[in-house]
C-alpha cells in the first residue's frame, strides 16, 4: 500500500522521472526485466538480512546509483550507508519533495542528504565523544558538577597535581576530537551532553 502511494506521488510529481519498476524485495529488483536502471530508491529497513553493504556494492557494480530511505537518522548509519556508496539518505520523516530532489542528484552522480542529516554526520566526523578512563569520567563529573579541583582530588583519594593532570589530558582529548572545554562553563556542557554529568537544574 505505501509503495503504491509512493509510486503514485513520484509520477505526479516530477515529470522528468520515469518510473519503470516498483517492487517489494531485493530478488524482484535484480530480477526485474527493467534493471539495472539508473536510479534506486532502496528502503534500508526491508528485513531480509541482506548486509546493505553487500547491497550498495551490487548496485554499484553494475552501474546503478542508490538513493537510501530509513526510518533511521542516526549519524553512525548514515555515515556507514555513504561510506559504503550510497549517493543519497533521506529519513522516511522528511518532506515528500525531498526524495525527487534527492533521485535528480543521484542521477547526476551527487550526493544528497537534508541539512539537519549532514550537521548531524559532520558533528560526528569532526569528532564523536573522546574514549575516557573511568578515573578521567569521574573526575570530569566532580569538576564539571561545580568542584574545586581541590575538592574533586580530595573525593577522589588523589593529589590535586594529579588531578589537575587529568583534567589536562580530558581538555586534550577534547581538542583532538574538535571540541573546546578550556572554561569550566564548556565542560560541564560537554560533561552533560556525553552523559558524564546529569544535568540537575
Known sequence: MLLGALTEWIRNAADDIELVAAVTTWPELLTSPEFPVDVVLLDLDLKDNIP???K???????GVKTVLMSTYSEPAVVKQALDSGALGYLVKSEEAGMIV???RAANQGESYISEELDLAINSVSAGDAPRLSAQERRVMALYGAGEPVKSVAYQLGISEETAKSYLKRIREKYRQAGYDVGTKVALRKRAIHDGILL???
Open 101 to 103: 530532489e534527492a533521485i
Open 56 to 62: 550498495l556494492s551490487t548496485l554499484k557494480t553494475t
Open 52 to 54: 546493505i553493504s553487500l
Open 199 to 201: 544535568q540537575t537544574d
